[in-house]
């Protein structure tokens, strides 16, 4: 699977932003489609996905009711919207598949990963 991230950039903080997420290649009946982000110095952390069975996204508390992550009906493509951006949201955001019912907030377990989109977020 590949997987190509675009719509980062810089922003002010309190603006907006929305990255989007398009698969191609290789498909799955079931697999988690979702966002991570890394800051420099830090760990990858996990921002928010659909998972391998159903269609109830989760979120990371950090942007838990800023963010929101949608799909198209194919499910090859998401988005994540996050409002009220902070500086704190500057990284690099990453989407990634997994193909199995590990838990999905764990980076480890993701098999694909797209090239990564860098958000900045100025005060």
């Known amino acids: 699977v590949q997987l190509q991230a675009s719509g980062g950039g810089l922003v002010q903080a309190g603006g907006s932003l929305r990255l989007s997420c398009a698969a191609s290649?290789?498909?799955?009946?079931?697999?988690?489609m979702g966002w991570f982000r890394q800051a420099p110095g830090k760990e990858r952390e996990f921002v928010a996905a659909f998972p391998w069975r159903g269609d109830r996204p989760w979120y990371a508390d950090s942007v838990r009711g800023r963010a929101v992550i949608s799909r198209n009906s194919a499910k090859d493509t998401v988005w994540l919207q996050v409002n009220n951006l902070k500086p704190g949201d500057t990284a690099v955001y990453y989407c990634?598949?997994?193909?199995?019912?590990?838990?999905?907030?764990?980076?480890?377990?993701?098999?694909?990963w797209g090239q990564g989109t860098q958000v900045t977020v100025s005060s």
């Open positions: 990634a598949v997994k193909t199995d019912s590990s838990p999905i907030y764990r980076g480890s377990v993701y098999d694909n």
């Open positions: 290649g290789r498909t799955f009946s079931n697999y988690a």
